[in-house]
T-cell receptor, first 111, second 113 residues
Framework: RKEVEQDPGPFNVPEGATVAFNCTYSNSASQSFFWYRQDCRKEPKLLMSVYSSGNEDGRFTAQLNRASQYISLLIRDSKLSDSATYLCVVNMRRTGNQFYFGTGTSLTVIP | DVKVTQSSRYLVKRTGEKVFLECVQDMDHENMFWYRQDPGLGLRLIYFSYDVKMKEKGDIPEGYSVSREKKERFSLILESASTNQTSMYLC????????????FGPGTRLTVT
């Protein structure tokens, strides 16, 4: 079983739409959670950390549900520039601090 | 501005060659990581290091080795490159406790012919 699972998509949405991605993780000991964005042929870059209380950054909202072991990302008012792959990442913060990555969800925002 | 740099963006090598991929970070991070990324498979951890001269195998260490002689530098070595090692290689670093995110280098696209 994979540590982190995501729907690979692709999600094709029109500009201005709201889109939501979910991600599940298998290990309840996971302690740190992140959403990364990766553009084609580029490295992953942090989009936002995910906190238990939920957090918002402009059009982006991240939520964590520890009881159900899932993380979500909501993008409102989608822009063409939001087209990318979104990676869900968890860290159990034990020795070595391995980060576990989902395979990513592909988003294309269509004019 | 935090930075992770990798020695090459693109590399073409022949089967059987020894290949060195270098990664340097300027954030004084304790942890450093090497991943490969292939379509449909996502990022897979090859090796990581949580201190100088310390290393731990990740999920796919076969055919690779690593070296960390200085805190800022983490090298990935392909002892005898094979065509199935053609991939995008990404280096990353993070603080020791993993509370904060990883920072990635720009990646090295390696082709083995």
């Amino acid at each position: 079983r994979k540590e982190v699972e995501q729907d690979p998509g692709p999600f094709n949405v029109p500009e201005g739409a709201t889109v939501a991605f979910n991600c599940t993780y298998s290990n309840s000991a996971s302690q740190s959670f992140f959403w990364y964005r990766q553009d084609c042929r580029k490295e992953p870059k942090l989009l936002m950390s995910v906190y238990s209380s939920g957090n918002e950054d402009g059009r982006f909202t991240a939520q964590l549900n520890r009881a159900s072991q899932y993380i979500s990302l909501l993008i409102r008012d989608s822009k063409l520039s939001d087209s990318a792959t979104y990676l869900c990442v968890v860290n159990m913060r034990r020795t070595g601090n391995q980060f576990y990555f989902g395979t990513g969800t592909s988003l294309t925002v269509i004019p | 501005d935090v930075k992770v740099t990798q020695s090459s963006r693109y590399l073409v090598k022949r089967t059987g060659e020894k290949v060195f991929l270098e990664c340097v970070q300027d954030m004084d991070h304790e942890n450093m990581f090497w991943y490969r990324q292939d379509p449909g498979l996502g990022l897979r951890l090859i090796y990581f290091s949580y201190d100088v001269k310390m290393k731990e195998k990740g999920d796919i260490p076969e055919g690779y080795s690593v070296s960390r002689e200085k805190k800022e530098r983490f090298s990935l070595i392909l002892e005898s490159a094979s065509t199935n090692q053609t991939s995008m290689y990404l280096c990353a670093s993070s603080t020791r406790d993993g509370e904060y995110e990883q920072y990635f280098g720009p990646g090295t696209r390696l082709t083995v012919t």
